[in-house]
């Protein structure tokens, strides 16, 4: 008879899970010892960096990852890559090892007490199965679970004494057969009654988040109902839902209540697709929409539609909806939107400023580039200065817990192997996942590192500003040698302070195969173009 390990791996392989991110401890050991040659073992070297990595990978190779953790001390230094993960809508089986069970009731060292309980509330779904043979069947459900919509993380507790027991054959086969899918369609009446509400507004506009998937479908209906479009605010954008080098595009919407509705002030019907109503921060009040507006969000994520403040909602996959509204949607009359202006220029300055750089980088981005940002002060600029126009060539935290941008970009290469991905972030942010620099090496991913050196957490002393608060400890970073700390790491570092150095360091950086390290000393506060 098959063991519980022998159903789970040909479990994992029917699923296309054959890559799996972890940190390893005793309690693992008896699910990784002798792993199949057909899988790879991702190591990272703390567990807030293993979910960091397997979240970019799970976003940027479009199917569900691993990560497997070390009992209740590893799930607990992953809590926040887990919420990120939530929020981002990625597909995670997080599993982690258990005492053996004969040992869980009486506690013994290194027992996870509560493990069902642990990553609540940031999980679809948490179980222990009550028996050893029950395994492959939880890791079914949770796999099919994490994949459906939303999507998002969930957690199977396995005890280390499981994974030699033996299965029953033919149930283990019934598990491993089974394909669930679910992407549902609009109803007909839904979609036509959008359909009319878009063709008989005066002036529409859509907004696009980060769930649309594909995005030539919203392309289409803009071109065809003559839509200008706007980012979702950035809090929330994952992904790109739409080009932004398209003559449509408009920009990033601000992230708080007031400016939001100011910035769509000429709308009548605000369509927003793939995204939350909306991802704000910070509080800045004001009237949801602009007078006599009417709004209504296409999601796949109930809890998105009914959390909503204002609107209506349509609860269905963002694609196709949009591939069905595009069905019956005629031409539209509407002028075409002015065309899109393009990045603003920006004056040189000594130090450089974060918008300079961002510059410097879009002379060099290549094509079919790929970066993974996490730099607070500057997601703005980087957003004006980079006009990105390829699917799948943006990843950004929607969660907002530091840690992600350096882990994800790891994740993120290993997926686009042919691709190269470049990870923009504050020397601040990298401490939080500092360790993914070695994982980086250890497992050839050539990742572009360019880190902004500020001294300071920039951002936090602009929402001080904001909200007239003085005298806040711990804003200041000096000292933070994040090129030496890399190089510890076995990251080839570049220390680079004028706007052409940068710009060849960068190219440099990119063509290489191997990870490399950009460091530039910029001029602290915020950089909004
Ligand atoms: C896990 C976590 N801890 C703390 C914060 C609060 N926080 C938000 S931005 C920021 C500063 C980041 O510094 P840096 O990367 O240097 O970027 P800068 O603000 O200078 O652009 C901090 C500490 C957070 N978002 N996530």
């Not at 296309?16 to 190591?43: Q, W």
């Not at 130090?351 to 879009?362: C, E, G, R, Y």
């Not at 799948?392 to 993120?412: D, I, N, P, Q, R």
């Amino acid at each position: 008879m098959p063991t519980v390990r022998d159903a789970s791996f040909d479990l994992f392989r029917a699923q296309g899970m054959t890559t799996i991110f972890g940190n390893p401890g005793s309690t693992e050991l008896p699910m990784l010892a002798d792993l199949p040659g057909d899988f790879r073992y991702v190591m990272g070297l703390q567990e807030a960096v293993v979910v960091g990595m397997a979240d970019g990978y799970a976003q940027a190779s479009g199917r569900t990852a691993i990560a497997n953790l070390h009992t209740a001390p590893g799930v607990g230094n992953a809590m926040g890559a887990i919420f990120n993960a939530q929020a981002n809508h990625t597909p995670l089986l997080v599993t982690a090892g258990q005492q053996v069970r004969a040992q869980m009731t009486l506690q013994a060292n290194l027992t996870n007490r509560d493990a069902i309980r642990m990553p609540h509330p940031l999980v679809k779904w948490a179980y222990e199965p009550p028996r050893a043979q029950d395994v492959p069947l939880a890791l079914a459900h949770g796999a099919h679970l994490a994949s459906l919509p939303p999507r998002g993380p969930v957690f199977v507790s396995i005890p280390m004494d499981d994974w030699g027991a033996e299965v029953d054959e033919a149930d283990a086969r019934a598990v491993i057969a089974r394909q669930v899918g679910g992407r549902a369609v609009a109803s007909p009446e839904a979609v036509s009654s959008l359909a009319e509400r878009l063709d008989s507004a005066a002036n529409p506009v859509l907004v696009a988040g980060p769930d649309i998937d594909p995005w030539e479908t919203a392309v289409a209906l803009a071109e065809r109902q003559r839509l200008p479009v706007w980012a979702t605010p950035a809090p929330g954008g994952g992904k790109l839902g739409f080009p932004e080098d398209h003559p449509n595009f408009r920009g990033v919407l601000p992230p708080a209540i007031g400016p939001v509705a100011q910035t769509l002030e000429e709308h009548d019907l605000i369509v927003v697709a793939g995204s939350s109503v909306f991802p704000y921060y910070p509080y800045i009040p004001g009237p949801l929409l602009p007078e006599g507006a009417e709004l209504v969000a296409i999601t796949s994520d109930p809890d998105e539609a009914a959390r909503a403040p204002v609107g209506d909602a349509i609860v269905a996959d963002v694609g196709l909806t949009l591939a069905a509204l595009l069905d019956v949607v005629p031409e539209s009359s509407r002028q075409p939107p002015s065309p899109n202006e393009g990045p603003q220029e920006i004056p040189p300055t000594d130090p450089l400023n974060s918008s300079t750089v961002h510059t410097a980088l879009a002379e060099v981005f290549p094509e079919d580039g790929i970066v993974v940002l996490e730099s607070p002060s500057s997601t703005l600029a980087f957003r004006n200065q980079l006009r990105l126009s390829r699917p799948g060539s943006y990843y950004f935290s929607a969660g907002g817990g530091l840690g992600f941008g350096l882990a994800a970009s790891v994740g993120v290469q290993l997926a686009q192997p042919d691709r190269p991905v470049v990870c923009v972030i504050g020397e601040g942010s990298v401490q939080y996942a500092v360790t993914a620099f070695w994982s980086a090496v250890a497992h050839e991913a050539p990742v572009t590192f360019l880190v902004l050196r500020n001294d300071e957490y920039a951002i936090l002393k602009w929402f001080a500003e904001v909200e007239s608060l003085q005298g806040a400890p711990g804003l200041d970073l000096p000292e933070l040698n994040v090129a030496s700390v890399a190089e510890g790491y076995g990251v080839k570092a570049h220390r680079v302070a004028d706007r052409d150095g940068v710009r060849d360091a960068l190219a440099a950086a990119v063509a290489s195969s191997q990870p490399e390290l950009v460091e530039v000393p910029v001029a602290p506060g915020m950089s909004l173009f």
